[in-house]
């Protein structure tokens, strides 16, 4: 394989045009093979092997700062940038991450994960290298779905108006998860269809040909003439400060490094227009790039007979043992499928429900919403401030607006949850998803802040639904408050605990009694706890366990009877302010901290280290073994002579 023999980008410079034609069928095949067998990105970087391989050939990748917008299409650059051995692990513990990673290689110039951010990034490169004396190009490659970012048209701005030299790659695919959406989306395929880029795809051959042919006898000069027929007067880049250049076509490896080569030499800023397929060189990710665009282990049908199993399916249900023999596990729906069905039935009744999605609508569980009711539906693109002042608008008018986000997205938008919809006490339902620990994506996807972060709004509700069968009351509950309420749930399923019916929404709930002391945990740690308490007691430990389901307010009712003797809160949050500070302060508050002992698990003031949940939980101590170790150090630490 030619691949094995590509250790640095330096490598993929000395390497001819068919030679890296052949790279490029190799690069597929590898990223097909290691995402069917670890799970992760397809259809992205799929899209942009030539492209990747382009820049490696013609620009100095490591002194060349190269900065991938959310960067889950950067596994081509990972593996023509010194990480070929270790691609197997990819998305694994110890391996390589799915998103660039500036501890994990000389050539990842800054880590991404979240959309938007990489031409800030750039600017702030181009910036540092004109104060430092330096000279080095600083490209960043951005797609069109994180183009409709705020962030992105903020850096764009700036960069036009300092005018330094860098290039922006925008690769448009037309494709955000989902189809891109948005006027600015719109504008893309305008300059597509009115472009040199129908007439260069139409005379692909001949204008190669003309490019390319005479290359001994040409000089950059000649070529940066002819690339300069590609760069069309005016148009919004050109407004914000940018040469504009393109559309071309993103998979002609021949025009990519010819354009790329003479565009390098160029001043100022520099928008360069790819057009690219989303799963290109897999027919399944090309017709269905959606579908595709993540994968969980074993989803490329072509490669394996095993059964298609979506992401959005959610990870299969941890270690439950205990709870089966409890009786307390019957079905295992995921939290944002039980999210998706309690609105729909709840969107039947009121009509004045809408929902809102930032590019997520598969993700979010809004698919189905937007089926149903495609006029209360709202895809605003990767866009989450606009789409909670958009729902705090709705809702100032009247409407019941959900904002279903990611909990590691919904971060972006805090200065509108503060601003815009508790300040004005408006009845904003946000439904925050992937809450708490996420796994391969950790950990810039981890969702481990929100219950600290959202705790600190004055006037908003934020509960947890431990199950499937607490959504919909809670919704409903949610949907009926007359000020913001905020629901988190954890990536995956949810195995129900406890009766599903009767249940009181209203409290907390205890799920087993016990006096030595009580798990009181948070969403779906609640398995874990019963597991863990199920376990003390074959060792003569009665521990009981509460599902707090409030987090602000507190159900102080239950504190109330809880005081007194110990308790292990559990939550996959970070401790610092989180729902285990939350009790202490009511404890301390209320004069009763210094004869209730307290262990907190959840995390401690740390990031996560990439990993599968489980082990990840395990690492935090939020498995059932962590959980039982706790509530025995805290035990010991109250009895010492009595506690095994
Ligand atoms: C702030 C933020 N919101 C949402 C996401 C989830 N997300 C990951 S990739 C993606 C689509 C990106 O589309 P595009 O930039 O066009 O790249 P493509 O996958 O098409 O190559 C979205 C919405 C994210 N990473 N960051």
Same mark, same amino acid.
């Given at each position: 394989?030619? =691949?094995?023999?590509? !250790?640095?980008?330096?490598?993929?410079?000395?390497?001819?045009?068919?030679?890296?034609?052949?790279?490029?069928?190799?690069?597929r095949e590898t990223i097909i093979d290691t995402v069917n067998r670890n799970g992760g990105h397809l259809a992205s970087p799929l899209g942009v092997v030539e492209l990747t391989i382009a820049l490696h050939h013609v620009f100095d990748i490591g002194k060349d700062p190269l900065i991938w917008d959310v960067g889950h299409q950067s596994y081509a650059h990972k593996l023509l940038g010194g990480r070929r051995d270790r691609f197997? +692990? =990819?998305?694994?513990?110890?391996? @390589?991450?799915?998103?660039?990673? @500036?501890s994990e290689s000389e050539f990842d110039a800054f880590g991404t994960g979240h959309s938007s951010t990489s031409i800030s990034a750039a600017v702030g490169m181009a910036v *540092?290298?004109?104060? =430092?004396?330096?000279?080095?190009?600083?490209? +960043?490659?951005?797609?069109?779905?994180a183009m409709t970012g705020g962030m992105a048209l903020e850096a764009l701005s700036h960069a036009g108006h300092l005018g330094l030299d860098m290039l922006v790659i925008l690769n448009d695919n037309e494709m955000s998860i989902s189809r891109n959406v948005g006027a600015l989306s719109r504008y893309f395929n305008r300059l597509i269809t009115a472009s040199p880029y129908k007439r260069a795809k139409e005379d692909a051959g001949s204008y190669v040909k003309q490019l390319i042919g005479d290359r001994m006898t040409q000089t950059i000069q000649d070529l940066e003439k002819s690339v300069k027929g590609f760069i069309t007067k005016g148009g919004l880049f050109q407004e914000f400060g940018f040469n504009y250049f393109g559309p071309i076509d993103g998979h002609d490896l021949p025009l990519l490094v010819e354009c790329l080569?003479? @565009?390098?030499?160029?001043?100022?800023?520099?928008?360069? !227009?790819?057009?690219?397929?989303k799963g290109k060189g897999l027919k399944e990710a090309e017709e269905d790039p959606s579908k595709y665009h993540g994968v969980t282990p074993m989803a490329v049908k072509s490669r394996c007979a095993a059964v298609l199993k979506s992401d959005q399916e959610g990870?299969?249900? %941890?270690?439950?043992?205990? =709870?089966?023999?409890?009786?307390c596990t019957r079905h295992a729906p995921t939290f944002t499928a039980a999210f998706s069905r309690a609105l729909l039935e709840a969107a039947a009744r009121d009509e004045r429900i809408v929902a809102i999605t930032a590019a997520m609508p598969e993700g979010t569980g809004l698919s189905e919403f937007e089926q149903h009711y495609p006029n209360r539906f709202f895809d605003v693109g990767i866009c989450e401030q606009h789409a909670v002042t958009f729902a705090a608008g709705l809702a100032a008018r009247g409407m019941r607006p959900v904002v279903a986000l990611y909990s590691t997205f919904l971060q972006r938008a805090y200065d509108q949850v503060v601003h815009d919809a508790a300040i004005q006490k408006l009845p904003v339902v946000f439904a925050i998803d992937r809450a708490g620990?996420?796994?391969?994506?950790? %950990?810039? !996807?981890?969702?481990?802040? $929100?219950?600290?972060?959202?705790? +600190?709004?004055p006037g908003l509700?934020?509960?947890?639904?431990?199950?499937?069968? $607490?959504?919909?009351?809670?919704? $409903?509950?949610?949907?009926?408050?007359?000020?913001?309420?905020?629901?988190?749930? *954890?990536?995956?399923?949810?195995?129900?605990?406890?009766?599903e019916n009767g249940r009181v929404i209203l409290r907390s709930e205890r799920l087993r009694p016990g006096g030595d002391a009580t798990f009181l945990a948070v969403g779906p740690c609640l398995a874990a706890c019963l597991e863990a308490a199920e376990a003390l007691a074959t060792e003569g430990l009665e521990i009981g366990v509460v599902d707090a389901r409030w987090v602000k307010p507190l159900d102080t009712g239950m504190l109330d009877t809880l005081a007194g003797r110990p308790i292990i809160t559990a939550e996959e949050n970070t401790l610092v302010g989180g729902f285990g500070s939350a009790v202490l302060e009511y404890l301390a508050d209320t004069g009763r901290l210094e004869n209730t002992p307290i262990q907190r698990v959840g995390l401690p003031d740390t990031h996560a280290v990439l990993g599968s949940r489980a082990e990840q939980l395990a690492d935090f101590g939020l498995d059932a073994l962590g959980l039982a170790r706790a509530a025995r150090n805290l035990l010991a630490r109250r009895c010492p002579q009595t506690a095994p």
């Open positions: 394989m030619l =691949l094995d023999s590509i !250790h640095s980008p330096a490598d993929v410079k000395a390497l001819s045009l068919p030679q890296l034609e052949q790279l490029a069928h190799e690069l197997y +692990a =990819l998305r694994k513990r110890e391996g @390589i991450s799915g998103y660039p990673k @500036i *540092a290298r004109e104060r =430092l004396g330096l000279a080095h190009h600083v490209i +960043a490659v951005i797609g069109d779905g080569s003479s @565009i390098k030499t160029m001043k100022g800023p520099i928008l360069m !227009h790819c057009r690219t397929e990870d299969p249900v %941890p270690s439950q043992g205990l =709870l089966q023999t409890n009786g620990l996420v796994g391969e994506d950790s %950990p810039t !996807h981890d969702g481990i802040f $929100d219950l600290s972060f959202m705790r +600190a709004v509700v934020l509960a947890s639904p431990r199950d499937a069968a $607490d959504m919909g009351p809670m919704l $409903d509950w949610a949907l009926n408050h007359p000020g913001p309420v905020a629901l988190r749930y *954890a990536r995956g399923k949810s195995p129900i605990i406890g009766d």
